[in-house]
């Protein structure tokens, strides 16, 4: 490249982060020339955008405090393609433009040509369709008249925000011209204990030919299951599959390696399959209930007795207190306690293969939900098709899975409920999907189960149906009419009726809607768990017990992606874990395993079996709400293996109730570790990168204050570990759960 257009280039490092021509040949952008709005002429080469601001393509609109929502804005980002880039890629004729998430719609053009488009525009033919999630990645032959080699192009992104963070974010804007094998995309289809499908797709305009070679392994102790070979070849977007036998959910690891026919290029990795850590519950009972249970004065008590164990199994309780009875056949304890105290309880578990006791404190006082709350939630598989019959099945689906067995017990109704207008003395009511609230209210109750609704203090709710503004003390008395135990309460709407009264440099105006429903729901003859839902908006964590809600969200919504469920998990928990406490919790929104899909069309979640044992250790160690998002009436076995395992539930449901921290953060390992009533200590250690790692636990010691490990337990084993070695393998995006005593 010569002097002139090298400097040509630099002129726009205002853009660039990189510039390594010699080497890699790739050009990398952090910002670009931004506006707000939509003309179409902002796609062309020639416009002159000089005015235009710079902004990030790394970060938000929110995070770069310029959030809009329902509406336009362009990216443009200029580039001098040189010619030493065209000159040698004598391997490949294509220019792959890649770039990270945009919330929610794209359409991507150089000097004026349409490359691609993820999502769609609210005018599209189809319909609004969000794609937010899903990273960039498009491409341009090398010899397109479109493209302008040694002088200046301009990348130009169309973006629209429905709403959420907004723009581009999460990558740099990368442009360069891969190799032939870049265009080789090698995926793992895996249904855990049926034949594993090995996809090879060719995305790019070029045949490609090889060899891809498998290698299935024990993970344990490394001894080889299965191999296999097989030639490829692929023209554009074609594909190839070779099917791997798996008999079983044991840990295994598929090693695979492509190489190129003709220039010898490779490709390999690593895929772990989905694999079971949680042994099958023992014949003999165990009960599996936490140590205490909050109830105010004079509200019906309701609680199920989670118990395992072979059936038939006689449930019993000692020293019944005056005013609450059990119900033995479907194991509830009901009634009501006037007087504030401790009532020790002793619940008895037996069968032919055993017995089992446990001590139970009801504490009758002011404070409820002493551990953090645990059930289902319909948003995540049914978002606004939701049905009471749907309701029901999930419900039933809790009790024949044996996930009741487990804990869980609340069964929420999201967002769809609604009728379109309420009645004429201004109550609320349900639409056609919902015939009779309050008879699926005692349905539930009859079986232990808790019953939860949805609501907003705005006039609308994010799905566009009536919220509870100017009828909040109706609503609240609706809600006791109905047998309503748990309100999320989603500040969708809000903003939209008291936008000129959200000051965001106060917390007032975020308290007040909330402190208002809290009145009407304490009124109320029974316990109405008060879930906040808004976000994490004027840090919630620090104010939520103010307004005496059980449960705040702390980030927005999640989805079954790496991306999301690392931001969550880890970024966002970073400053709240010191403000969860009995009756009070951090809620990370709820858990996306399982099959989910916000509304009727459902998929296996996109987590690898990896992220699924890191969402679900992430959030017991940070004593989290734990919802299931998945239909209960069809759960695989490996969705019910990590939601069964008791030793990981006690975790999240410790007495103490004190949420972990993170105590070492060394490159991609991350350790939290929370403290447990019985004075061992619950820690995750994580594997954040792409790589898997060996990692010394030892090594840490000192960070963590340890000083000698007593003794260890692998929590997701359910199996003691040994303390003399504490060396163990991590895959990309797992963990290993210990319990230990020092």
């Known amino acids: 490249m010569n002097f002139k257009l090298a400097f040509k280039v630099l002129m726009y490092a205002g853009f660039f982060s990189a510039f390594t021509f010699a080497q890699s040949q790739t050009l990398s952008f952090d910002n670009a020339k931004f506006k707000f709005g939509d003309d179409p002429s902002w796609k062309s080469l020639e416009f002159d955008d000089s005015s235009w601001q710079t902004k990030s393509v790394v970060s938000s609109w929110d995070n770069q405090g310029i959030g809009k929502e329902k509406t336009y804005a362009w990216y443009r980002i200029h580039f001098v393609l040189p010619e030493s880039m065209r000159n040698s890629s004598g391997k490949s004729s294509i220019l792959k433009i890649e770039m990270g998430q945009i919330d929610d719609v794209d359409a991507t ?36 008249a479109a493209l302008k080699w040694g002088k ?81 070849s692929l023209k554009n977007n074609s594909s190839s599959s070779i099917v791997v036998p798996n008999k079983d959910y044991s840990f295994k690891i598929l090693n695979y390696t492509f190489v190129e026919k003709k220039n010898g290029d490779k490709i390999d990795g ?9 042994p099958k519950a023992s014949a003999s009972p165990k009960l599996n209930n936490p140590s205490v249970f909050g109830v105010r004065p004079n509200s019906p008590i309701i609680y199920r007795i989670p118990c395992t164990g072979e059936r038939p199994i006689k449930l019993s309780v000692k020293d019944l207190p005056q005013g609450v009875n059990f119900d033995s056949q479907n194991g509830v304890l009901n ?39 645990m059930g289902w939630n ?117 903003s939209r009726a008291h936008n000129k009264e959200i000051d965001k440099n106060t917390v007032a105006s975020y308290v007040r809607p909330y402190l208002k429903m809290e009145k009407f729901l304490r009124d109320q003859p029974r316990d109405i768990h008060y879930s906040l839902c808004q976000y994490g908006m004027a840090e919630v964590w620090k104010w939520g017990h103010c307004v005496d809600a059980n449960s705040w969200r702390t980030t927005g919504d999640i989805n079954d992606s790496w991306n999301s469920l690392y931001s969550i998990g880890f970024e966002s928990q970073l400053k709240t874990s010191k403000y969860a406490a009995p009756g ?153 759960y210990l319990k230990i005593k020092y």
């Open 109 to 144: 053009y150089i000097n004026g040509k349409l490359i691609g488009s993820m999502g769609n525009f609210p005018d599209s033919k189809k319909g609004y369709g969000s794609n937010w999630s899903a990273k960039r990645i498009y491409n341009i032959p090398l010899n397109d």
């Open 584 to 736: 009070h919790w951090n809620d990370q929104d709820m858990l996306v395993v399982g099959n989910v899909g916000w509304g009727p069309s459902l998929h296996p979640s996109r987590l690898t079996a990896d992220e699924q044992y890191t969402h679900l250790t992430l959030w017991t160690l940070q004593a989290s709400v734990l919802l299931i998002g998945c239909p209960l009436d069809d759960i695989d076995e490996f969705t019910l293996s990590l939601l069964q395992n008791s030793e990981v539930i006690a975790v999240d449901q410790d007495e103490l109730g004190v949420a972990a921290t993170q105590d070492v953060a060394d490159g991609d390992i991350r350790i939290w570790k929370r403290p447990l009533k019985d004075g061992s200590y619950a820690v995750g250690i994580f594997n954040v990168g792409n790589k898997h790692l060996n990692v010394d636990f030892s090594k840490y010691f000192k960070q963590l204050g340890i000083g000698e490990v007593k003794n260890a337990r692998d929590l997701w084993r359910q199996q003691d570990v040994s303390t003399a070695n504490m060396n163990y393998f991590i895959p990309s995006h797992g963990v290993r």
């Open 335 to 373: 009634g009501k306690l006037s007087k504030k105290g401790e009532y020790k309880l002793t619940l008895v578990a037996e069968n032919s293969k055993g017995k089992d006791e446990k001590q139970f404190i009801i504490k009758v006082g002011d404070v409820i939900s002493l551990t953090p709350a």
């Open 378 to 494: 319909s948003w995540n598989c049914w978002g606004l098709s939701v049905s009471q019959d749907k309701v029901m099945a999930s419900a039933q689906g809790l009790i024949e899975s044996g996930l009741a067995d487990y804990g869980f017990y609340y069964i929420n109704i999201d967002d769809a409920w609604e009728a379109s207008k309420r009645n004429e003395d201004g109550t609320i009511s349900t639409n056609d999907k919902f015939p009779d609230m309050k008879a699926l209210g005692d349905w539930l109750h009859q079986r232990g189960l808790k019953f939860g609704i949805y609501s907003s203090p705005g006039d609308l709710t994010c799905g566009g149906y009536l919220g509870s503004i100017d009828h909040e003390q109706q609503d609240a008395q609706v809600y006791n009419s109905w047998g309503i135990d748990y309100l999320k309460y989603d500040w969708c709407g809000y």
């Open 152 to 232: 200046d192009n301009v990348l130009a992104i169309k973006v629209y925000n429905s709403d959420g963070d907004g723009g581009m974010s999460k990558s740099p804007v990368i442009i360069n011209v891969p190799k032939n094998i870049d265009g080789l995309k090698i995926t793992m289809q895996d249904n855990g204990d049926e034949d594993i499908i090995i996809n090879v797709k060719n995305i790019f305009n070029i045949n490609l030919n090889g060899e891809l070679s498998l290698n299935l392994t024990n993970g344990d102790n490394g001894e080889p299951i299965y191999s296999a070979s097989k030639k490829i």
């Open 270 to 278: 690593v895929f772990i399959p989905k694999y079971i850590l949680t």
